[in-house]
């Protein structure tokens, strides 16, 4: 195993890694962050949870110089999808960049222009914003991007899902060409290719989580029910599971609402969190969840990808995702960083079609969890060729907590 000191980060630099408490590089720091530092530009496949943050934040902050002060002209730039993943994005950069006195600012929707324009315009080394925004800015004329030396396009696949190609190509029109490119995404399609081939010639190539290999910390299960059972199911594999901090899944904004109230009922602590929830109630509820005074967080596939929660113990596909792609962005949000987590899908007779596509995609057969005494309608469809089936049996509540029971595997 490399060490931080191997990869050639400065020593300023070793001092931030050991303010963030990072022992060892992960795979994608060890491969990514030397040849980021020789200049290159770098195309690394890699999901969340992977470390993929530290492993452009820290070079890059090595390879800029700094920028001119009290003027909005930043000397790099990070693209990211959400806001939610911006302000964490954000807060790793600023650990960072402590060192070197570089100003981190931050732009996103949602929030007012106007201040954030302010401390923008008072100096800005490093600039990590949401797509959207940064375009006011630019056709505003509000922002130069012309000294930009490193520009990150971090979820590059999850970017172009949410429409935001346009304000990309834009920003890599106004950065100079000769600007350095790092792109980060979980899976790389053509479109991504397509943009690599034009705007970053002679990348090097940074594979670690192959579509389907990347989640060997995580225990996977399915469980087959009848759409109507759904919260029954969900009631009793709660009261049953030592389940911890668990993110669940719903397919709707609409139903995501409507599972909390259902959980709220049952005295079980929740929060949803989504596209139609604004940014101080999606912010309150992700420090809610961060700091353990809920359990449990309610979310969609477009909110959950700026979701980065440490220590998610399990998640659980209470709708069974669209995409095999969407699948592995879920149960990426745990199982993080050396820990086991686990996801469970729910996945009704509807839904089997779709599970199948996430099986072929994992190249694997994911095992049946049942729960003993749930009463299953006979309508359910268990998968025929199930090599292994888990049993769990349903506990009820105590003050709206799921009981630990003895000899979990945890
Ligand atoms: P990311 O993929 O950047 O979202 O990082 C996932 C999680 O891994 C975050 O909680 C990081 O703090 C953590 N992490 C990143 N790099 C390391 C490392 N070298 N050692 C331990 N934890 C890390």
Known sequence: MKKFADLGLDPKLMKAVSRLDYKHPTPVQEQAIPPILEGKHVVACAQTGT??????????????????RKKAVPHALIVVPTRELAAQVERVVSIAALPYEYKVRLVVGGIKYKPQLERMRRGVDILVATPGRLL????????????????VLDEADRMLDMGFWPPIKK???????????????????????????????????????RKGETVQQIAQFCMPVEHSQKAELLLA?????????????????????????????????????????????RTRALKDFTCGRINILVTTDVMARGIHVDNIDAVINYDTPVSPEDYIHRIGRTGRAGKMGDATTFVS??????????????????????????????????????????????????????????????
């Open 349 to 410: 007779p509807e839904e089997m079609s779709a599970f199948r596509d996430i099986e072929f995609l994992m190249k694997s057969v994911i095992p049946v969890k049942d729960i003993e005494g749930f009463s299953y309608k006979e309508s359910r469809i268990i998968p025929p060729d199930t090599r292994l089936a888990v049993k769990q049996k349903a506990k009820p509540f105590q003050h709206g907590r799921p009981m630990r029971s003895k000899g979990h595997r945890r």
């Open 237 to 281: 594999l709660l009261g049953g599971s030592t389940a911890g901090k668990t993110l669940i899944f719903t397919r709707t904004k609409r139903r995501a609402d409507v599972l909390a109230r259902i959980l709220g009922r049952n005295h079980i602590k929740c929060q949803a969190i989504h596209g139609d929830r604004n940014q101080s109630q």
């Open 171 to 209: 920003i890599l029109g106004t950065v100079p060409s000769s600007c350095q490119k790092l792109l980060f995404s979980a899976t790389i399609g053509n479109e991504i290719n397509k943009m690599v081939g034009v705007h970053m010639q002679n990348s090097v190539k940074v594979e670690i989580a």
């Open 136 to 151: 006011d800015l630019i056709d505003d004329n509000h922002i130069d991007l012309r000294h930009i030396q490193v520009l």
């Open 51 to 68: 470390g993929k943050t530290a492993a452009f934040a820290l070079p890059l902050i090595q390879r800029i110089t700094r920028a001119s």
